[in-house]
């Protein structure tokens, strides 16, 4: 039967398209459904808005008019639904500590928090991409103890003693940047480099471990595999074999770690600022979460949560294209 008498439903699609929006359809059933667990979380955190903003001293009819005024009194389905129409038309409603509209606030924390991320990524990335692969190539040599060596401490320091370790010595011994990255309100950080110093080192030794050890696990398995065993037998020479044969083949593991570092840093960004006091989102949910300021700490967890969500997404369909297995629908 001819391809053009089949019905159109049954007429089959491109693979890749295929994929591409079943993991998009994937993706907005996820983000509704992260919607609905954290309007939830945020329902039952301690504490009681109209205690943070009035103080305790207040009379329980004020704080109840309070409540009734921030539409806090209604049904959490009821406040679910106004909440979730909002944001879908991006209106993230105001702060309740502040009174201003949450959506200028969050835009401004966010472009500090791309400037700290993008930064950090044009480091880690580069750096950890040559070392994973020199130390994969060159797995149980000299080189490759040393930079296992160091990943491995790398890997055992959290964000924040890293961080507290290079201010104390750095800012405090040394006196070369400042101890803390107070960024004057709706100034870009790039007009203060030496702000972003510190933030910057700590995600790249924090990211960097991680990024490292997973690109040069990548490479060797890659260098252990049967169709680069089988161009060596060809008598291919080691660079030809590395260049043609291994690194193209370890890219998607390679794609896959980028995103996974970058979906960290996301969180990571979350303890550094708070360490160093950078005005992102990071240290804007910190203080939200105290200030029990749930509009803001609604906006900024599913912002983050799309984030994830949309990382995700890009790094499968980045691997789909790599792998010519995938990208053709074969199995």
């Known amino acids: 039967m001819s391809t053009l008498a089949l019905p159109r439903s049954r007429r089959r699609r491109h693979p890749l398209l295929a994929h591409a929006g079943r993991r998009v359809l994937t993706g907005l059933v996820l983000a509704f459904a992260v919607s609905i667990l954290v309007f939830a979380v945020t329902q039952v955190l301690p504490g009681d808005p109209a205690d943070a903003i009035l103080g305790r001293t207040a009379t329980p009819a004020s704080k109840d008019a309070l409540r009734e005024e921030l539409g806090l009194d209604r049904p959490v389905v009821a406040q679910y639904g106004d909440w979730a129409s909002s944001v879908v ?7 309740i500590a502040s009174g201003r509209p949450v959506g200028p606030y969050v835009r401004s924390r966010l472009g500090n928090t791309l400037a700290l991320a993008l930064a950090t990524l044009v480091i880690v990335i580069p750096l950890a991409l040559v070392l ?4 994969g190539v060159r797995a149980g040599r000299t080189v490759d103890h040393a930079v296992s060596s160091i990943s491995l401490g790398l890997v055992a320091l959290p964000e924040f003693v890293t961080g507290t370790l290079l201010a104390i010595f750095v800012a405090v011994q040394l006196d070369l940047v400042p101890p803390v990255s107070l960024i004057p309100p709706d100034e870009s950080p790039l007009r203060s480099p030496e702000l972003l110093l510190l933030p910057v080192v700590t995600l790249t030794l924090a990211g960097l471990a991680y990024l490292l050890r997973m690109v040069r696990s990548g490479v060797i398995e890659t260098m252990r595999s049967d169709y680069v065993q089988m161009a060596r037998l060809n008598g291919l020479s080691e660079r ?3 260049w043609r044969h291994a690194l193209p083949n370890s890219l998607a593991t390679t794609v896959q770690v980028v995103a996974a570092t970058v979906q960290w840093l996301v969180g990571g960004v979350v303890v550094v600022e708070a360490v160093f006091q950078y005005p992102g ?3 804007a949910l910190v203080q939200s979460v105290a200030a029990q300021d749930l509009p803001v700490v609604q906006a900024i967890t599913v ?3 799309i984030f994830y969500i949309a990382v995700n997404i890009v790094a499968d369909l980045t691997v789909t294209l790599l792998i010519p297995k995938l990208r053709t629908g074969g199995m």
Do not use: Q
């Open 89 to 95: 038309t991006g209106d993230l409603g105001d702060s």
């Open 132 to 135: 994973g692969i020199l130390s």
């Open 240 to 242: 030809r074999v590395i």
């Open 281 to 283: 989102l990071g240290l």
């Open 303 to 305: 912002l983050i949560a």
